[in-house]
């Protein structure tokens, strides 16, 4: 089992920063890769940003391109998301979530291949 901690979220102005955290605990980190998850009111899960088990691959939703950052420290066993430029429409309920993969570089964008899930941290941006 591997426990996933979400942190970070809270009240920003439209064009603030705020940066989300997750913490894992429980097996091996490094053989997993991490993504963000969001889902506003009335709206279903989306993908945000997934970096690999290596920490060398990387994927964005278009919609947060050139304004978010995921990146990883393996010996934190921490994964964090920059947002910056933020936008009403980022407003979500945000979530970690570990994928269990065999090549370092793997990544996806479904949220059907994650394994674990964080309990999820709220971002509100106010217009």
């Known amino acids: 089992q591997l426990q996933l901690v979400d942190s970070g979220g809270g009240l920003v102005q439209a064009g603030g920063s705020l940066r989300l955290s997750c913490v894992a605990s429980?097996?091996?980190?490094?053989?997993?890769?991490m993504g963000w998850f969001r889902q506003a009111p009335g709206k279903e899960r989306e993908f945000v940003a997934v970096?690999?088990?290596?920490?060398?691959?990387?994927n964005y939703a278009d919609s947060v391109k050139g304004r978010f950052t995921i990146s990883r420290d393996n010996a934190k066993n921490t994964v964090y998301l920059q947002m910056n430029a933020l936008k009403p429409e980022d407003t979500a309920v945000y979530y970690c979530?570990?994928?269990?993969?065999?090549?370092?570089?793997?990544?996806?964008?479904?949220?059907?291949?994650?394994?674990?899930w964080g309990q999820g941290t709220q971002v509100t941006v106010s217009s």
């Open positions: 979530a570990a994928n269990i993969v065999l090549r370092s570089d793997y990544v996806s964008v479904r949220s059907a291949e994650y394994d674990y």
């Open positions: 970096v690999s088990w290596s920490g060398d691959n990387t």
């Open positions: 429980g097996r091996t980190f490094s053989t997993y890769a």
